[in-house]
């Protein structure tokens, strides 16, 4: 009897055991499968938009949103950067931002994408709207702005102040102990011998139109690559220049002025458009305004309705003339641009940023 109600016992000892074990690799299993989950959430959300079409491994929203925080970029821009970064897989986004080459090609593919895959032309036009307005807060961002000497690349052109005389030098290398220029010369060919030690101003632009200015000395002379060199020693000490708030593009598209006066008075003010046109031809353009070449007499602040064509289709944009100035026979009209659509605006820019397709 003892035996009989010993084995009862271990029996039901043994049971709870295994009962024991199998409730501990139930719950391993648990913790397991939670720690593989909480891993696999964490990869997907940092590589979230990070790949395009299983192309490879592209820069995350994470470490672009930390490089623009301060640029003054709305919600939407920051959505139509992700999107240009993700549409040509960049990978290193602060080499991009700060290299005007690389941005430029990002955005064209993003532009081309935007006109392939938008089936509604008005959505079309606001994403391209954005996009054009993201490229022109990057700009006049703080990327490519140069702090030493030695950062300027080779064959920028440099223009030194020597006495009363403005010449411009192209830089042959910024590496080293010194700066390293083309000797100046004369229209004529003749050098330009500059003593020892003496001290000048120097003007650069970057490849995005940014411009610095610096104070140096003459170092020497040498021979570089073939070059009869000036020294110019370096300078930690560049000041920025300003520039134009949009980039703007040399040109020589024909227009049409039309005069645009207002009719009415009070509440019944309207504009109106003379029927009598103009000829000319616009010399530069960009978002905020053109500058048109002319042989009609043109009053400052007068407004005109401008058209032209460009890409295969008709533009027109109403602008007001800032200020004019001779230029042999004709008249350059300086205008800003008051009221343009936003199709023509898209265009303008898709022009000026050579956007368009080839």
């Known amino acids: 009897m003892f035996i009989l109600e010993i084995l009862p016992l271990q029996i039901t000892a043994g049971d709870l055991q295994l009962k024991s074990s199998g409730t501990n690799n139930v719950v ?12 696999f959430g964490i990869l997907k959300f940092s590589n979230r938009g990070t790949t395009q079409g299983g192309k490879g491994r592209t820069v995350s929203r994470f470490s672009l949103n930390r490089l623009i925080k301060n640029m003054g970029f709305s919600y939407e821009q920051v959505r139509m950067l992700n999107y240009v970064f993700k549409t040509d897989d960049v990978t290193d986004p602060q080499k991009s931002l700060s290299t005007p080459i690389l941005l430029d090609r990002h955005f064209r ?21 954005i996009l054009f307005s993201t490229r022109n807060v990057l700009e006049n961002s703080p990327f490519d702005m140069v702090s030493s000497t030695q950062q300027i690349k080779d064959e920028i052109t440099l223009t030194i102040t020597y ?43 970057t490849k995005s139109n940014k411009g610095f200015s610096f104070e140096t000395r003459v170092l020497g002379y040498s021979t570089m690559y073939g070059h009869h060199a000036l020294q110019l020693a370096h300078s930690n000490q560049l000041r920025f220049l300003s520039h ?3 980039r703007r593009k040399y040109s020589n598209i024909a227009c049409f002025m039309f005069l645009v006066y207002v009719e009415g008075s009070g509440k019944k003010q309207r504009l109106v458009v003379d029927k009598r046109k103009l000829a000319g031809n616009i010399a ?4 905020g305004g053109c500058s048109i070449k002319t042989n009609a007499p043109v009053q400052v602040g007068a407004r005109f309705k401008v058209e032209f064509s460009q890409g295969g289709s008709n533009l027109a944009a109403l602008g007001q003339v800032l200020r004019t100035n ?33």
Do not use: C, W
Request: glycine fraction near 4%; avoid cysteine; hydrophobic fraction near 45%.
């Open 244 to 246: 134009r708030k949009y």
């Open 326 to 358: 001779r230029a042999g026979v004709n008249t350059v009209i300086h205008m800003r641009f008051l009221r343009v659509s936003q199709k023509s605006m898209n265009l303008i820019n898709a022009f000026v940023y050579e956007y368009s397709f080839d």
């Open 284 to 287: 530069d353009i960009s978002m």
């Open 28 to 39: 391993a299993l648990v913790v397991i499968a939670f720690i593989f989950l909480v891993i």
């Open 109 to 129: 593919r993003a532009y081309r994408a935007i006109l392939q895959s938008s089936d509604n032309e008005k959505e079309k036009q606001n994403r391209l709207s």
């Open 163 to 205: 006495g009363k005389d403005q010449i411009d030098v192209l830089v042959l290398s910024a590496r080293g102990d010194h700066l390293a220029v083309d000797a100046p010369k004369t229209v004529l060919g003749t050098q330009i011998k500059i003593p020892k030690g003496t001290k000048l101003s120097a003007v650069f632009f």
